[in-house]
């Protein structure tokens, strides 16, 4: 257990993880002192040097205080190719045999939109299960995808709005209904 993290931003941590190589998979969990602001998150990233040594960072998921803890399958990730990630400006040391865990603390809204590595999830959901999460996040940034502030906003009465924070609310509501009983809504 590694409880104390490089702070290399004020929104931005690391952990080493030394002998990677021999790693499958990664908990990362909050350890229930201090939680994350309200309205806040924290974004994990995977990150390893490739064979030139240059860093490749790879997005694994989120967790929130409503969501404090994720195991993250890395043993694949290897291979892959790096994504867009918060710490590209950051001059982090590289080894060979060291990777390193990144959090990014970032709002819920943002979290919600970020799309993971597919192989670093740990699947221990059917397929209906699965099939229903894909279909809210998929309905959630579509939905996003029109957002507007109220600044933007033109008079039309015929039109009706609705806050992206009530369907953040719906989606988050439905996904921890989901995650504690798949089949909900049969009853």
């Not at 080493?16 to 229930?32: A, Q, S």
């Not at 994990?44 to 030139?52: E, G, K, L, T």
């Not at 597919?118 to 221990?124: I, K, L």
Request: a negative charge.
């Amino acid at each position: 257990v590694q409880a104390a993290p490089q702070q290399v931003a004020e929104d931005k941590f690391v952990f080493d993880l030394p002998d990677y190589e021999n790693i499958n998979h990664v908990v990362v969990f909050m350890l229930g002192t201090i939680p994350f602001p309200d309205g806040m998150g924290g974004s994990v990233y995977f990150c390893y040097p490739d064979q030139s040594g240059m860093a490749v960072w790879q997005l694994l998921g989120f967790v929130t205080n409503e969501k404090p803890s994720a195991i993250f399958k890395i043993s694949g990730l290897k291979s892959g190719k790096g994504s867009q990630h918060p710490f590209g400006a950051m001059n982090l040391p590289q080894t060979p045999s060291v990777a390193q865990i990144g959090i990014s603390v970032e709002l819920l809204e943002n979290l919600a939109q970020q799309t993971p590595v597919a192989s670093a999830a740990v699947s221990s959901v059917d397929s209906f299960t699965e099939f229903t999460q894909k279909m809210l996040d998929n309905f959630y940034n579509f939905a996003s995808s029109f957002a507007v502030t109220q600044a933007q906003m033109t008079p039309n009465p015929s039109e009706a709005f609705i806050p992206a924070n009530v369907v953040l609310k719906w989606y988050e509501n439905f996904q921890r209904r989901l995650t504690q009983n798949p089949l909900f809504w049969k009853t």
